[in-house]
Every structure is written in C-alpha cells, then in structure tokens.
C-alpha cells in the first residue's frame, strides 16, 4: 500500500500523507472506504502510532478523510476533498497575489504569468 523512503529529507509523516493522498486521488481508495487503524498502519509500516495519526490528522483538515466516533477514518467524498484542496489554493493564491501587488507588479503582468501557466500564448499589441 505505502512505501517509505528513509533516505527523503521530508518527516514521515509528510511522506505517508503524499502516498494517501496520491492513492485517494487516483482512485485507490474510494470514497467511504474505511482506513486502517492509526495502529495497525504504524505497525504495518514499522513507525510510531504517533505518526500515522499526525499523517491522518492532515488528511482530515484537508477533506480527504473524514473521522467517525467509535468506528475510524473513512475517505471522504471527492467533492469534499476537491472543494477543500481549492479553497486551500485560493487562499495562497490570493495570498501571492496581494504580495505581488505590494511589490508594485502590475495586473496585466500577472494576468500574463497567469495566462503562461495554462499554456495560453502572450497576446502581441501589432
């Protein structure tokens, strides 16, 4: 299900979010699939309970599980993570965005960066 990789820089915990939600995005795990327990994980991947519920945690507050008294962690629905996952980038977003215009970029230069990255060419004034 997961491999780790002792040698990456990155806490485990980051490492075991990346994999669950790699396999919740592409379908591995579907919605309302019940997750293993924080204690079984950490004894399957040989780490500390500690962890997987710090990784489980993050999970969570990003809409990819949701939590049920009593009954475990369950993936939550795609609209619940897709919805969280944007709301999360609009606020960098907006927050890059007020940066740039404190450093004096204009909107027509964003709007430029903006219309690059969705591979948009750059309209020429001829």
């Known amino acids: 299900m997961i491999l780790l990789d002792y040698r990456d820089k990155r806490p485990i915990y980051e ?16 919605a309302n699939t019940k ?21 489980y945690a993050q999970l969570e507050q990003e809409g990819y599980l949701y939590t049920v008294s009593g009954r475990g962690s369950f993936v939550a ?9 944007e709301a999360e980038l609009t606020k960098k977003l907006q927050a ?3 940066e740039a215009r404190e450093a004096g970029m204009k909107r027509e230069r964003l709007e430029a960066i903006i219309a690059q990255a969705y591979g ?3 309209k020429t004034n001829d």
């Open 35 to 55: 997750m293993p327990s924080v204690r079984a994980l950490a004894l399957e991947l040989a780490v500390n309970p500690n962890t997987i519920q710090r990784a």
């Open 15 to 30: 490492q075991v979010v990346e994999k669950l939600e790699r396999l919740i995005v592409g379908g591995g795990l579907e």
């Open 96 to 98: 890059a965005v007020q």
């Open 77 to 85: 629905h795609e609209s619940e993570w897709r919805g969280a996952k």
């Open 120 to 122: 948009e060419e750059e």
